[in-house]
């Protein structure tokens, strides 16, 4: 399936004492960069956050604006981040927060689901524990586009919950491998997933 990605690396990451996640290293590598791997077969791939040291040769990226305005607001503008770069939208977006070390096992199962049911407007990664997960994600991408356009005209983007966007889509859940959907919102959390600050 033909898929374009956005990535979500800014965040404040409050609980973490302000310590980026994206730069955060699980087995060699930084958060951000497992998560572009996960985006791997994307024709286009979109970073929404501060600008990183080193992305891959043809990636985008782009902040939002105001920063650290949360991620319904970085979708909305890493889909017009995509849209500036004059390629050819691909028919669905990724999109995946930067902080689930294990997100790439995911990806393949929601592509699959929604290859078994592509009339729907995308599909949710369902954890272990049964919560869907909006940043671990396919997305229509014109069906995307419609909700950030409805959440645009309602009133603002700014801090506003990512499922405010998706109130009006068909949405499809898959359950993904274990672990796929754990993220690292504390530093407990990157102890339980063998995360640590940076290289060693």
Partial sequence: MEFDAVILAGGRS?????????????DGATLLERAVAAARGAGALVVVGPRPDALPAGALTVRED??????????????DELERSGRPPAPWVLVLA???????????????ALDAEPEADGVLGLSADGRKQPLLAVYSNAALHRGVRERAQAGTLTNAPVFSLLASLDLLTAAVPEHAADDVDT??????LGVHGGPS
């Fill in 14 to 26: 409050s609980r973490l004492g302000g310590v980026p996640k994206s730069g955060l290293v699980y």
């Fill in 187 to 192: 530093w407990d959390d990157a102890a339980a």
């Fill in 66 to 79: 105001p920063p650290f305005a949360g991620p319904a607001a970085a979708i909305a503008a890493g889909l």
């Fill in 98 to 112: 930067c902080d689930m070390p294990h997100a790439a096992a995911a990806v393949p199962v929601l592509l699959a």
